[in-house]
């Protein structure tokens, strides 16, 4: 099964399997840049471009697989913990799951696509279930089910952005010391326009947020200050062919920006619960790779900071070139989490 994230400045590709010890193995992987306003707010404005952007990035992966699992914005869907007693059926859990998701979910219950998992015992009624419910606005589930089978591929799990990248962060965070037990995470990925933050501990987040800061300001400084058309300041800064004096005049003061950003949303989870540290940072997402970046970050908030590389402990399939793997590795977080869920049935 495919993992593909499409966000609103790119989609992204990536197929994992198992050698015969068991170990995963990066199969394939590949990134198409999408035009400025074809998503908007994870809305597909422009279906048919993206569509074509999707089948362009499947023949540049080299994959025959159809199978895809992708993903909705935490905006598009509705999650909710709920406690019920222990012992019922599937059936009667399904019956049980509906009856409490109308009081959850502002929407009529045929307008929606609705699941629901069994965490476990609850922590605080004994002899009682831990219930995760998630409901989605039905046309949104089949935007992103059309936009597959239009690039010939065939959806099998929509699940949530948030969800997939923190299954794959879940891999790196078991690396830690103590295999992360305990440890307080805060997790960054900056994407084009948001950069969101989820501080997690022992797979429980204890906290989130959405910023309205990212990578396509670095793009309107760049044409700010040399002139560039939007399309040609976004391929010379992939491509890193900006003027001598972009480092000084341009990525350092942005740099600064973005560790201003990154230290105030630390202080808003601070001041808003009871903790008052973490034990790391990780960087993801398309501009979290910027020079100095994560030394920035190390030297702003005192708390290690490192850049997330989803693919870090993993063998390389022959088709993946490794250079290129390892320079857009931090953009593949949810991509990466969304393919992990391949072994997770």
Avoid at 39 to 64: C, M, P, Q, Y
Avoid at 108 to 121: N, R, W
Avoid at 130 to 142: C, M
Avoid at 151 to 167: F, H, N, Q, W
Wanted: charged share 25%.
């Amino acid at each position: 099964m495919l993992g593909l994230d499409i966000s609103s400045s790119s989609a992204k590709l990536v197929e994992l399997g198992h050698d015969r010890d068991g170990n995963l193995v990066l199969e394939h992987c590949a990134i198409v840049p999408l035009g400025r306003g074809w998503i908007t707010d994870g809305n597909i404005e422009k279906f048919d471009e993206v569509a074509d952007a999707v089948r362009r990035l499947v023949k540049k992966a080299g994959t025959k697989t159809k199978n895809v699992a992708m993903a909705l914005p935490p905006s598009a869907v509705i999650t909710k913990k709920i406690i019920l007693p222990s012992g019922m059926s599937d059936q009667e859990l399904e019956v049980q799951v509906e009856t409490e998701a109308n009081q959850y979910i502002p929407f009529p219950l045929d307008e929606v696509s609705l699941d629901f998992c069994v965490l476990g015992p609850s922590a605080s009624s004994a002899g009682d279930i831990e219930v995760l419910i998630a409901a989605s606005r039905r046309e949104k589930v089949q935007d992103i089910q059309g936009l597959a089978e239009a690039a010939g591929l065939k959806p099998v799990i929509v699940d949530v952005e948030s969800y997939a990248s923190r299954l794959a962060a879940a891999r790196l965070i078991g690396n830690l010391a103590n295999k992360g037990v305990g440890s307080i995470v805060a997790l960054f990925e900056v994407g084009a326009l948001t950069t969101s933050m989820q501080v997690i501990r022992d797979e429980e987040v204890l906290y989130d947020r959405d910023q309205a800061f990212g990578g396509a300001q670095l793009t309107q400084l760049i044409v700010r200050q040399y002139g560039f058309s939007l399309e040609e300041a976004e391929s010379k800064k992939r491509r890193g062919e900006l003027p001598d004096d972009y480092a000084a005049t341009v990525l350092r003061p942005f740099v600064e920006s973005m560790v201003q950003e990154i230290a105030r949303a630390l202080q808003f989870f601070f001041t808003s619960t009871p903790h008052n540290k973490i034990d790391y940072v990780m960087l993801a997402g398309g501009s979290a790779a910027l020079s100095g970046l994560t030394a920035a970050v190390t030297k702003q908030t005192t708390f290690a900071c490192t850049l997330v590389n989803p693919f870090e402990g993993m063998e390389m399939g022959s088709a993946v070139r490794l250079s290129k793997m390892t320079r857009e590795a931090p953009s593949y977080l949810t991509a990466c989490g969304l393919a992990l869920r391949r072994f997770m049935q």
